[in-house]
């Protein structure tokens, strides 16, 4: 994880450092138990193959957005604070898939409350094929006395 | 609106399905996301450092639907609950037989904080006018799912945009 960053190290058209997940029959079941999701596409293969039509076990959504913000937190460092993160999923992620998540910083601004965000478009990508994509809005500290994560109310506009 | 079920008409911007988490949220399941997806952020783990930035442990603001996802059995449930249930509601009071959801967006509030009680409704914002995809002919939909901490404070909002159709024949 990051040291943390503060907006004066962000820019537009900034990469994100990749980060390359193996992914294994346990990674899918621990996301999909922790994530409290009981249904057999997600630890039971044979259902996954000959209900579902797929070829094995397959990533569920919560577990891919717990990915997406690993990721961007892992960029911003603790103080970075997820505001908003909107997902479109194209196909699914299997056991013995190498995810691949890619990122870059479509814009960098300041809101009414003072507020300074990153806005970032990050694709996860399987065999070089983009499997979802998602672009999110995380608020980072303007400067070592700032804390995102104390705004409340009129001051936290996501 | 051509065609929309006064029904439906009615339960658009109505709060539907309200309810209540069946259980505090609480560490172990946070321990078993971090785990699951390697994240090693301080907030979760470190008390100084949760303490110090957030004031005290708190959830990945990802995890916000976890918390209602129900138990796979309980001794005095009849029937499972369905997340979504207006998704399912909207599909049934139009005849479209199939639906998909085609974005998904989650604007975060108020963090949510080991042992908060969260509760949930459903509001349908939008039905569109019959439209024709490569999918098949049927209407757009968007659905918010909104959740609220123990003090009523809006800690989060799911929004989807489903679209429930009719396959060409």
């Known amino acids: 994880m990051n040291a943390n960053l503060t907006i004066a190290d962000v820019e537009k058209g900034q990469s994100l450092p990749d980060l390359s997940v193996a992914v294994e029959v346990t990674n899918v ?47 911003t460092g603790p103080l970075g604070r997820l505001g908003r993160i909107k997902f479109r999923m194209k196909d699914s992620v299997f056991p013995g898939d190498t995810m691949v998540f890619s990122g870059e910083v479509d814009d960098v601004r300041v809101d009414e409350s003072g507020c300074a965000w990153a806005d970032v478009r990050v694709n996860l990508h399987v065999g070089g094929e983009v499997t979802t994509e998602c672009t999110a809005s995380v608020a980072i500290p303007q400067g070592e006395d700032d804390n995102p994560w104390k705004r409340r109310g009129e001051d936290w506009q996501p | 609106m051509s065609g929309l079920p006064a029904e439906v008409q009615g339960w658009i911007g109505e709060k539907r399905y309200p309810i209540e988490s069946e259980f505090d949220v609480e560490r172990s399941y946070i321990f078993s996301s971090c785990a699951s997806v ?12 949760a303490q110090k930035i957030t004031g005290g442990f708190i959830a990945p603001p990802s995890m916000i639907s976890v918390w209602f996802r129900p138990h796979f059995w309980t001794p005095d449930r009849s029937e499972e609950g369905k997340p979504l249930q207006c998704h399912f509601d909207l599909k049934d009071s139009l005849e479209l037989p199939e639906a998909i959801i085609a974005d998904n967006t989650i604007v975060f509030g108020e963090p949510v904080r080991i042992g908060d009680r969260l509760s949930t409704y459903q509001v349908i914002r939008s039905v569109s006018e019959l439209k024709t995809t490569k999918l098949g002919t049927g209407r757009f939909w968007v659905l918010d799912v909104v959740y609220e901490n123990q003090d009523g404070e809006l800690v989060g909002t799911e929004s989807y945009t489903g679209f429930g159709y009719r396959r060409e024949s």
Do not use: C, Q
């Not at chain 1, 249904?39 to 891919?64: C, I, L, Q, W």
């Open chain 1, 29 to 75: 079941v621990l996301g999909a138990m922790a994530s409290r999701d009981w249904r057999p596409m997600h630890h039971d293969k044979d259902f996954a193959v000959e209900r579902n039509g797929t070829r094995h076990v397959f990533v569920n959504t919560p577990h891919n957005a717990a990915y997406f913000e690993r990721y961007i937190t892992d960029w």
């Open chain 2, 38 to 49: 390697e994240n090693g952020n301080p907030l979760f783990w470190d008390e100084k450092a």
